[in-house]
């Protein structure tokens, strides 16, 4: 008896706990450029690839652009289908670039949620100190088994207008 009353609150707590794990942070929401549907779906949401662009959170003058599938249907109506790892990158230099403090080689640039539970996409950057390049790695990760897809973009350090290119290796911490 004492069991079942506990069963109640705890199911509760638990579905409390799981939509709030998927819900993303408002700052962290990235902005949808347009979706384009793969597969039709009559009652409920189609299959689509979406597109979406970030700026660079510590670098101005650098934004990033994914595509990643949407999965439709009644699991993806719901919030609960379990996206595929497949995601493309490109980021480009779109000003002037500024760094607003140091990073270390692979720092999480933007983080994303692809199932209730176990998977994630990772946007990360790196520096090619040699070739004064700021470089990007997509890739999507599961808590248990892990997954081989990734991307990688790069932005070689231009000057802008009259400003000269700043040099990524002095943003690096040592």
């Known amino acids: 008896m004492a069991m079942s009353r506990l ?8 579905a409390l706990f799981a939509f709030a794990l998927a819900l993303p942070a ?27 662009g970030i700026d660079d959170p510590l670098i101005d003058g650098v934004a990033c652009h ?10 993806g109506m719901f919030g609960v289908a379990e ?26 640039v933007f983080r994303q949620r692809r199932s209730l539970f176990f998977k994630r996409m990772q946007i990360v950057r790196g520096c090619d100190e040699e070739r004064n390049v700021l470089v990007y790695l997509v890739y999507s990760d599961k808590l248990i088994e892990g997954s081989p897809k990734n991307s990688t973009s790069t932005v070689p350090i231009m000057p802008w207008g009259d400003q000269p ?10």
């Open 26 to 52: 408002a700052a962290d929401e990235p902005d949808k450029i347009f979706d384009k549907s793969t597969k039709w779906n009559l009652l409920t949401p189609d299959h689509k690839l979406a597109v979406y």
């Open 83 to 108: 996206e595929v790892s497949d995601i493309s990158l490109a980021c480009r230099q779109v000003g002037p670039v500024a760094f607003k403090g140091t990073f270390e080689q692979g720092d999480e």
């Open 7 to 14: 069963a109640g609150p705890f199911a509760v707590a638990l």
């Open 66 to 75: 994914y595509t990643l599938p949407e999965k439709g249907g009644v699991s």
């Open 165 to 174: 290119a700043p040099r990524c290796a002095d943003a690096l911490e040592e």
